[in-house]
């Protein structure tokens, strides 16, 4: 029970909502990759994403039942209701039932969890294999009665697949090594330990000396700061005041919660799970920024655990100071003690359910489009409605070909003026483009062209990184106007016609399509242009 109610209620939380409308960008990669055929990922990987190798491949299976936002996020709620499972597990095995229930919980109904547990992205998986490989570790450590070779190989086989899934997970290797140390364990422990790390380390090598050719991917990461470790506190505690100052003092609490004088302890596998994995990132990110809060998601179950912890202690104080009070005989004492067991757990049950009214309003905004940075349906749709098919239509830059590679019904027939070669051709994310030159001669035989562009791409101070994006924005600014704009959140699409003075002569006096404002209420919404 103590493991099975916080996974249903994770389960419960993470299908609320789930069809919450379009895509963002992140998720819309995952769905157009894994929509191709094995082939064709297998050729993106040599040039790009490999981290995410296996994930795609796994997506790859799913989105074959059926195409579809819903599908895509599915994964990711049986992820997290997996490690809530998994973080109860651990209370209940390191602690007591209770201990693990308020764990699991708590977990679940963290916003952090929730809003990745609804990503078509593989952090939630992620998280649910760190919980796992943790778990198996104490398993394997108390399990002394069983040979060592059949004690550690699940570890090491879990603890594998979830750093093919995403590569940082290895550090918790890292937090895993304190967790032994702080127990001191024997050496055939460390022997065992040892071998499975290794085994593991020796199946992710070849990934990350392939992936360090792709690190460009991470080059927009910036050097964490304080903020960044505020932020990540946060995040894992909880972000309103209400419950963030009596969540750290719970989790303080159950850092100095006593524990065997040999052995693991509960403090001793969810403090350095907690702390090791981001501040090893952070660290190494001041010389080469690779952090990011999500990077780090499974170091969240120490958290719920410690403070879990934290509320057992203040249990078992209150319950001895009433005991101290009242004289009982033998007869009634057990009756007595199981009910006051059975009433803590059930006031802990009420404290997290004080704790999920707080943050409820975070949970319901996160179950709408709008607290994604962008909703490329949205844009979509009014691509849709406004562009004809035979359109010029060009994406600036190039990666937001994602709109028409994650909705491609909408986009259907336009002429994408720049594409040389499709993406899942070409074996990368967004295609392949013409050069500056003959995009210019392109462009130079139009009298109007749409433009789906990212907003900063709008500001003057932006300088395009290579000669075609800077041909784009040259010719699309001194050769044509704009005569319409639909704003959606990140995403902006414009109609630019030709000026008169550099009109080709045998162009159309004036675009074959206008803007129909009365159709483009709402968001996005239309404004238009005086050229």
């Given at each position: 029970?103590?493991v099975?109610v916080?996974?249903?209620?994770?389960?419960?939380?993470?299908?609320?909502?789930?069809?919450?409308?379009?895509?963002?960008r992140?998720?819309?990669?995952?769905f157009?990759v894994a929509?191709r055929?094995?082939?064709?990922?297998?050729?993106?990987?040599?040039?790009?994403?490999?981290?995410h190798?296996?994930?795609?491949?796994?997506m790859h299976?799913?989105l074959?039942?059926r195409?579809g936002?819903?599908?895509?996020?599915?994964?990711?709620?049986?992820?997290?209701?997996?490690?809530?499972?998994?973080?109860?597990?651990?209370?209940?095995?390191?602690?007591?039932?209770r201990?693990?229930?308020?764990a699991?919980?708590?977990?679940?109904i963290?916003p952090?969890?929730?809003?990745?547990?609804?990503?078509?992205?593989?952090y939630?998986?992620?998280a649910?294999?760190?919980?796992?490989?943790t778990?198996?570790l104490v398993?394997?450590?108390?399990?002394?009665?069983?040979?060592?070779?059949?004690r550690?190989?699940?570890?090491?086989v879990?603890?594998?697949?979830?750093?093919?899934?995403?590569e940082?997970?290895?550090?918790?290797?890292?937090?895993?090594a304190?967790?032994?140390?702080?127990?001191?364990?024997?050496?055939r422990?460390?022997?065992?330990w040892?071998?499975?790390?290794?085994?593991?380390?020796a199946?992710l090598?070849p990934?990350?000396?392939?992936?360090?050719?792709?690190a460009a991917?991470?080059?927009w990461?910036?050097v964490?700061?304080g903020?960044?470790?505020?932020?990540l506190v946060?995040q894992?505690a909880?972000?309103?005041?209400v419950?963030?100052?009596?969540?750290?003092?719970?989790?303080a609490?159950?850092?100095r919660?006593?524990?065997?004088?040999?052995?693991?302890?509960?403090?001793?596998?969810?403090?350095?799970?907690?702390?090791?994995?981001?501040?090893?990132?952070?660290?190494?990110?001041q010389?080469?920024?690779?952090?990011?809060?999500?990077y780090?998601?499974?170091?969240?179950a120490?958290?719920?655990?410690?403070?879990?912890?934290g509320?057992?202690?203040v249990?078992?104080?209150v319950?001895?100071?009433r005991?101290?009070?009242?004289?009982?005989?033998?007869?009634?004492?057990?009756?007595y003690?199981?009910?006051?067991?059975?009433?803590?757990?059930?006031?802990?049950?009420?404290?997290v359910?004080?704790?999920?009214?707080v943050?409820?309003?975070?949970?319901?905004?996160?179950r709408?489009?709008?607290?994604r940075?962008d909703d490329?349906?949205?844009?979509?749709?009014?691509?849709?409605?406004?562009?004809r098919?035979?359109d010029?239509?060009?994406?600036?830059?190039?990666?937001?070909?994602?709109?028409?590679l994650a909705?491609?019904a909408?986009?259907?027939g336009?002429?994408?003026?720049?594409?040389?070669?499709?993406?899942a051709?070409?074996?990368?994310?967004?295609?392949?483009e013409?050069?500056?030159?003959?995009?210019?001669?392109r462009?130079?035989?139009?009298?109007?062209?749409?433009?789906?562009?990212?907003?900063y791409?709008?500001?003057?101070s932006?300088?395009?990184?290579?000669?075609?994006e800077?041909?784009k924005?040259?010719?699309v600014?001194?050769?044509f106007?704009?005569?319409?704009?639909?704003?959606?959140r990140?995403?902006?699409?414009?109609?630019?016609?030709?000026?008169?003075?550099?009109?080709?002569?045998?162009?159309?006096?004036?675009?074959?399509v206008t803007?129909?404002?009365?159709?483009?209420?709402?968001?996005?919404?239309?404004?238009p242009?005086?050229p």
């Open positions: 029970m103590a099975l916080p996974a249903v209620t994770m389960l419960t939380l993470g299908l609320w909502g789930l069809d919450r409308g379009g895509m963002w992140d998720e819309a990669v995952t157009q929509r055929s094995m082939a064709q990922i297998w050729h993106l990987l040599g040039s790009v994403d490999a981290v190798g296996l994930y795609y491949l796994l299976l799913v074959a039942v195409p936002e819903v599908l895509l996020r599915l994964p990711s709620v049986f992820g997290a209701a997996v490690a809530a499972g998994l973080v109860a597990a651990l209370g209940t095995r390191l602690c007591r039932p201990v693990g229930l308020w699991g919980l708590l977990y679940a963290t952090m969890v929730g809003h990745y547990a609804q990503e078509g992205r593989s939630a998986l992620v649910a294999g760190g919980a796992g490989a778990l198996l398993r394997a450590v108390q399990g002394s009665s069983t040979p060592t070779g059949v550690w190989w699940p570890y090491g879990v603890l594998a697949a979830t750093c093919l899934l995403h940082f997970a290895v550090l918790v290797l890292l937090a895993h304190c967790t032994l140390a702080l127990a001191r364990v024997p050496w422990v460390w022997r065992g040892l071998c499975a790390a290794g085994a593991a380390v199946v090598l990934l990350v000396l392939f992936s360090r050719g792709q991917q991470v080059a990461l910036a964490p700061d903020s960044s470790v505020e932020g946060r894992f909880g972000p309103d005041q419950v963030l100052g009596p969540y750290l003092v719970l989790m609490l159950g850092v919660a006593r524990g065997p004088q040999r052995g693991v302890s509960l403090a001793g596998v969810a403090l350095p799970l907690l702390v090791v994995p981001p501040m090893v990132l952070m660290g190494v990110s010389f080469r920024p690779l952090y990011d809060d999500r780090v998601l499974y170091a969240l120490g958290a719920p655990l410690l403070a879990a912890a509320a057992e202690r249990a078992g104080a319950g001895r100071l005991a101290g009070g009242t004289r009982r005989d033998s007869r009634v004492r057990a009756p003690a199981l009910s006051r067991r059975v009433g803590a757990a059930l006031l802990g049950v009420l404290a359910c004080g704790v999920l009214v943050q409820f309003p975070l949970l319901r905004a996160d709408s489009a709008a607290n940075p490329l349906a949205a844009m979509s749709a009014v691509v849709g409605r406004e562009v098919p035979g010029p239509v060009l994406f600036l830059p190039s990666l937001e070909r994602r709109s028409a909705y491609p909408d986009f259907r336009i002429r994408d003026v720049a594409l040389k070669v499709p993406a051709a070409d074996g990368t994310l967004y295609g392949r013409v050069g500056a030159g003959e995009l210019r001669r462009l130079g035989r139009l009298a109007y062209v749409w433009v789906v562009s990212e907003p791409v709008l500001r003057s932006w300088t395009p990184w290579n000669s075609t800077r041909a924005l040259a010719v600014n001194k050769g106007v704009t005569r319409a704009e639909y704003v959606s990140g995403v902006t699409l414009r109609l630019y016609v030709r000026r008169a003075e550099s009109r080709p002569a045998s162009a159309p006096t004036r675009p074959a803007p129909r404002s009365s159709r483009s209420s709402g968001n996005p919404h239309f404004r242009r005086t």
